[in-house]
């Protein structure tokens, strides 16, 4: 009896099983354990009831509260937007289904995210990439669903939203009041499809950030950044530009946001909204967390560590790019403006492709070697700078723009070098500033021949050549204004989540929650975090050091000596 | 000419050409080589033409029977389903290309259960996972087309189909009758069309099953359990629930099986049909093949076998939720009914977090590791949950359905260390226990607001609150039936597999076709029965030993001590 | 001031952000140092002006020169095309996202062909084949959009194209006078989303010849044959089958070429145009190459060198037949013609399976064991078979027509070896020959049941059975005239394909641009090539030998002994 009395805590589940089958052949233990059993069942049947009676007196259980008892039975409760719907009982399930497709295309980008994160990383801090790209995906579904989508999409003021546009009365938190006839705005798409898609964006930003703060960040602390950033950075940074009156959306506009500039600032798919704020969250938590131990820069005669898998890292840019074919073309979101979702599509491929040629062509001009990373890193970029002016450029400025952001995602990547900034995947040079780079190239190569107010879903051509409505850039003879415009954006959003991200981290530092232990990290933070290595069979902790490679394998990037623990 | 007299079945083809090529010097050769060369050529024709005879005798080699000779040239023969093929001519092709795209989505999950399944097993029986997976989906899509497909949705009886429902002349075995015109009842969509959704989603059941079977099972074996897996018990047990006069399906209907309960079996996309078939079928295998050699249990101070590459793992299970979106929300078949799609859509993302978050902190909680199994496990055991209700209820109930899906997970894994199982991916928790969770549950969840038919081919919204059509489960007032109906459903596809997998498993064991030979299972399936290794270059049979891996780099699951071959 | 006089060009970059740092400190360094920067910034902006002034003069910065600057502003300028578009203002959307949807999932085979040819190299070449296929995609992506999609798909004469379809005042070249109202022909998609999905088309057969080119071909090489290949071989002979007045796509028509025939050349999908003609140039490339070092042939008692990652290049497999369904379904560009693609998407499903199957069998046929390599080229055998005739043959054939590709892949693995020509991927095997064979076997099994003029995308039911508009083989009672003139198309594609590929890649030698060094190989390419190797922590240069794996490790394939190093 005396393990009873150490308490049963100490004794693991199937211990536990085991001394319970023991003691069913004795009969006093039988009906003792009758009674526990019972007990048991009791509780696990009060679990439940005790959730049902919360939701239940917080109303969470019908989804509409256009579905309350009074109203007679059977008889749909049709709100105002089903008028719209059964104008178009065609159109609508088309473009739902479009937009669908393309949550799926970019929730797919996760696997990508995952493995180009995992395969740059070290090995002995693997499983920490894995877990945490998976559980912020779950984190970022949850709370998206709860307040992000509302905060970013829902009608509000200038800095943030809650309930249904047009409609104050009805609340988007929880999507309370969010019924199987919602549709959002003039899209026609009903707000549980657009959730999955905007879910789908949310959660890139939010991967985004943990490339950078790879290898040294403790797991609680990532678990609650991530719930900062999902929750409240991106979504209220992304009303600004994106919330039907977020104050960057409707800056020059009469009674707007500097008025006389008579221009708003432009985003199609989201190089801010997604991309410069993840890459600006991910710079900070590089900058507050310090390098991984043991990294030594280029200055200092060392080099970027060596990433444990170029197979896994290389096909998770690939998948990526696949991903973004449902990024881009399906923010149009609606495909009856089928030449701008070509159109779209068509540009994204074009950048993809020169950023990659031209950041492969610099790096060989640099270190005499067709390096990997600058090959993954230029299409990516690439794909990061045209996501914010795919709808309104030439193809001719696609590949130029797509160019120009091959070469500056080298040169970032030198400079985090130069500034001793440790970001293992380079997050910040393809996010942080293509995303910047991309948004100002719109005021430049904006051709000046479709609608300033992006896809059309009434399926009218929005050809609309040398007219006011159309965004013309500064190339193409449209002056300034969009280039202030987006400068303006720019500038506001990266500089608030640069702000607001430092602030973040520092206070998670203060508190010792944000990077772990010398020990932890020199065991490697598989093993100190997660009791697992990704590899047991052929990568064991010792084959796995801080430096990575011996010097006969070591990469171009580094070319000086092999960098040693300290 | 010796060697000629041993017989030519000694040498290798290479060796045959080297041969030749030295004879076609020797004139007397030459010739007879000419003679030989034509005598095989013709046998070469002789096989074709054999196959050719026998097809056209069968009468397999027109499509459809409507083309008979006696029908004059050029006249199109229209079946009577074109009048509804006209009536629709542009929602026939859009939920037609919702299907298929979801086909393809679907059939993406083959890459994610074969990573899943290979990153969880040791490094010396990855090939066989390969090999197997691929294997699998080849028999699987043969026997879908020749009898499963024919089987399942066919009419017929209570429990089993042949025909095309509604006209008993034409048959579906070998898809004999299928013509272009033929759809699939009211949904509009080729059969054609149809076939391949449906034999995706009967290659995921047949996968399920190998993942509990790993690591000791004949590939010979294998190839016979995949064809009663996909030909018959898939198919058979899913007519029940799915075909149109399955015994389920009209259960509580006038003259149907149970008419007093008044309510039929649901089972939205196949939280039974699939993950519990597939999860039960695994069950039994496990348990008739026993453990693998050298496998300890937490009771016998051992755990489980560890991982050997949790990078393609986690990947796997990224992949396997992206495919989910063509699982569950193209399951509507029609996308006309675009707020149902969009609803599956956000219930199958909320389960899936809740699902990955609750087995993380559950797990973390019992061993004070952020556990990756767990977390991949989590996901997918909400995913394989909300499979079932996803269509019938709310947001929040997705929500708590998934958090119970992630701790039965957890449970069932501690559930298999007792009972001393060795399921190595974990099929039976996810799949077999949070299928029958997850079909249950919506007896619980259903919300009351939709069709309790389903989703609406028309594009009428499917609204119905608190009227007699509309699906409701105990949580929200609509009592026990529902309940009551899910559990007799649940309980006899379940206990209907387990006992046919287990006649099925044992019949092949008494033959000796199931397990490898012990000699074979030490030296390691990939060498035995395939003579390759997946990693030459560095994982050598000696770096893959029963016990995968030292102490220092083990699973924080397997706490107490290594596990050692016998 | 050595340091200055020796030059800047031995500094790094970082070394000369620390200068520069230091001499900020400095007040006439400061002054030096500001005039500098403004030079440079100077010289940033001369740079996009340059482009901008050559794009503005060769007049690329308007899309369409339908808008001149003497078109009213405002007015859209509207082509004759946009009447079509106003009459199908919902079907041609539809379609768009379609062909669209089929361009992504094309596009990610990139990742399949990626992760296949990775898996099957040695490690020591993995770096090498990465950067390869995804600067091929890139380096295709530009010139598919500068001049491919111009070549193969615009009007011209029968060898060549360039202009637009109908108008030979409208130039395709680098899309110039495109604008968003121009479609493709009959189809009602829009140019620039017919050339996404054709860039993912073309991408594939530049990939394909990479593959029998790994371990010894030279960066630079690749760069300049991947230039070829994606801008004159694939678009010129491309256009040859699919070029609006291609000599074989108008063969046998009166005034076309071989008017007797009076049947033309018919390739679905790219049983030719994509697999053949990638193929044919990867034969000639490893017969100009040679074998890589060390490589001893199975008649020299050796056999082909190990993968280095089966896991990989399963996975990759199985996404390569997952892009399939957008190769071949999403082919038809129409999806009014709902039951033609079903139908190849289950004739698609069915020759894979049964490829993979045949090839199986046939393995253990003659290895006694279940080997890898087989399974994966046996159903891409299979699904380049089915490519040309998926849309056209029945069900049965389909099976048929997929194990006979299963075989021939085998017997071609063999001659490969037999002939001491090294393919380390099999893609002569599998997309060479099985690419004649499917091209070939159209002429045997077309069904005699649908229009030979492909998809209809009004939506009218292509059914014509017996009637001379069907395509119909010679097993259906067609006659040879199908047979031959698929047998004149494969002849004259592939012999046209290799005898260039033969000239370039003799050429590239002559010069010393394909090969690598015997150092460089020997060192390993990824070494040499690119400065990285792969898998730094757990593969070492030693680990990675010539000979791949130790004896006990060996495949099944290559039975009698070690390849060794010469």
């Known amino acids: 009896m005396s393990a009873l009395l150490q308490g049963p805590a100490k004794l693991t589940l199937a211990q536990k099983f085991s001394r319970l089958q023991g003691r069913m052949r004795d009969p006093e233990w039988r009906r003792f354990g009758r009674n526990l059993l019972l007990g048991k069942l009791l509780g696990l049947l009060v679990l439940p009831v005790l959730i049902f009676t919360i939701y239940k007196v917080a109303g969470l259980f019908t989804i509409s509260s256009a579905f309350a008892a009074d109203a007679p039975a059977g008889t749909p409760v049709l709100s105002t937007d089903l008028a719209d719907m059964a104008k178009n009982p065609v159109i609508n399930p088309i473009n739902t289904a479009w937009v669908l497709l393309g949550a799926f295309l970019v929730f797919g980008m996760q696997a990508g995210f995952t493995m180009l994160e995992a395969g740059f990383c070290r090995s002995r801090e693997t499983v920490n990439v894995l877990v945490e790209c998976v559980f912020d995906t779950c984190v970022c579904g949850l709370l998206h669903w709860g307040i992000g989508f509302a905060f970013m999409f829902g009608g509000g003021n200038a800095f943030i939203g809650w309930h249904l546009p047009g409609d104050p009365t009805k609340s988007l938190i929880f999507m309370r009041?969010?019924?199987?006839?919602?549709?959002?705005?003039?899209?026609?798409?009903?707000?549980?499809?657009?959730?999955?898609?905007?879910?789908?964006?949310?959660?890139?930003?939010?991967?985004?950030?943990?490339?950078?703060?790879?290898?040294?960040?403790?797991?609680?602390?990532?678990?609650?950044?991530?719930?900062?950033?999902?929750?409240?950075?991106?979504?209220?940074?992304?009303?600004?530009?994106?919330?039907?009156?977020?104050?960057?959306?409707?800056?020059?506009?009469?009674?707007?946001?500097?008025?006389?500039?008579?221009?708003?600032?432009?985003?199609?798919?989201?190089?801010?909204?997604?991309?410069?704020?993840?890459?600006?969250?991910?710079?900070?938590?590089?900058?507050?967390?310090?390098?991984?131990?043991?990294?030594?820069?280029?200055?200092?005669?060392?080099?970027?560590?060596?990433?444990?898998?170029?197979?896994?890292?290389?096909?998770?840019?690939?998948?990526?790019?696949?991903?973004?074919?449902?990024?881009?073309?399906?923010?149009?979101?609606?495909?009856?403006?089928?030449?701008?979702?070509?159109?779209?599509?068509?540009?994204?491929?074009?950048?993809?492709?020169?950023?990659?040629?031209?950041?492969?062509?610099?790096?060989?001009?640099?270190?005499?070697?067709?390096?990997?990373?600058?090959?993954?890193?230029?299409?990516?970029?690439?794909?990061?700078?045209?996501?914010?002016?795919?709808?309104?450029?030439?193809?001719?400025?696609?590949?130029?723009?797509?160019?120009?952001?091959?070469?500056?995602?080298?040169?970032?990547?030198?400079?985090?070098?130069?500034?001793?900034?440790?970001?293992?995947?380079?997050?910040?040079?393809?996010?942080?500033?293509?995303?910047?780079?991309?948004?100002?190239?719109?005021?430049?190569?904006?051709?000046?021949?479709?609608?300033?107010?992006?896809?059309?879903?009434?399926?009218?051509?929005?050809?609309?050549?040398?007219?006011?409505?159309?965004?013309?850039?500064?190339?193409?003879?449209?002056?300034?204004?969009?280039?202030?415009?987006?400068?303006?954006?720019?500038?506001?959003?990266?500089?608030?989540?640069?702000?607001?991200?430092?602030?973040?981290?520092?206070?998670?530092?203060?508190?010792?929650l944000l990077r772990v232990t010398k020990e932890d990290e020199t065991e490697g933070l598989d093993i100190s975090q997660h009791g697992n290595t990704a590899y047991p069979e052929y990568v064991t902790p010792e084959a796995s050091p801080f430096t990575a490679a011996p010097v006969s394998a070591r990469g171009a990037m580094a070319p000086i000596e092999t960098a040693t623990a300290e």
Request: hydrophobic share 45%; with cysteine.
């Open 177 to 512: 009041d969010v019924d199987v006839l919602s549709v959002y705005g003039a899209t026609g798409i009903p707000i549980v499809a657009h959730y999955v898609f905007q879910f789908a964006f949310a959660d890139c930003a939010s991967t985004i950030c943990s490339g950078a703060m790879v290898g040294r960040t403790r797991f609680i602390g990532d678990v609650i950044y991530s719930i900062g950033v999902s929750g409240l950075i991106y979504p209220i940074f992304g009303h600004w530009c994106w919330g039907p009156d977020g104050f960057l959306a409707t800056m020059g506009t009469p009674g707007g946001f500097l008025e006389s500039l008579g221009m708003n600032f432009h985003d199609f798919a989201g190089s801010t909204v997604v991309h410069s704020i993840g890459g600006w969250v991910a710079i900070a938590g590089a900058i507050v967390l310090g390098p991984r131990l043991g990294r030594k820069f280029k200055r200092d005669g060392g080099g970027p560590m060596l990433p444990h898998d170029l197979t896994i890292a290389v096909i998770g840019g690939l998948i990526l790019w696949f991903g973004w074919y449902g990024f881009n073309p399906c923010s149009t979101l609606s495909i009856m403006d089928n030449a701008g979702a070509g159109r779209v599509a068509m540009n994204t491929t074009l950048a993809a492709c020169t950023g990659g040629i031209a950041a492969e062509f610099l790096s060989f001009y640099l270190i005499k070697k067709w390096d990997t990373p600058a090959m993954i890193n230029g299409f990516l970029a690439g794909l990061v700078a045209i996501t914010c002016p795919c709808y309104w450029v030439s193809d001719v400025g696609s590949c130029i723009l797509g160019a120009v952001a091959g070469v500056l995602v080298i040169g970032a990547m030198e400079l985090l070098e130069h500034y001793r900034i440790d970001d293992p995947v380079g997050a910040w040079p393809v996010h942080g500033v293509c995303g910047i780079w991309g948004t100002i190239s719109l005021g430049l190569f904006a051709s000046g021949q479709y609608q300033a107010a992006g896809s059309s879903p009434t399926g009218v051509p929005n050809i609309v050549p040398k007219s006011p409505e159309a965004l013309t850039g500064l190339f193409y003879g449209g002056g300034w204004s969009v280039l202030k415009a987006q400068c303006i954006g720019s500038l506001i959003v990266c500089s608030a989540t640069f702000a607001a991200a430092m602030v973040m981290f520092t206070v998670l530092n203060k508190f010792g």
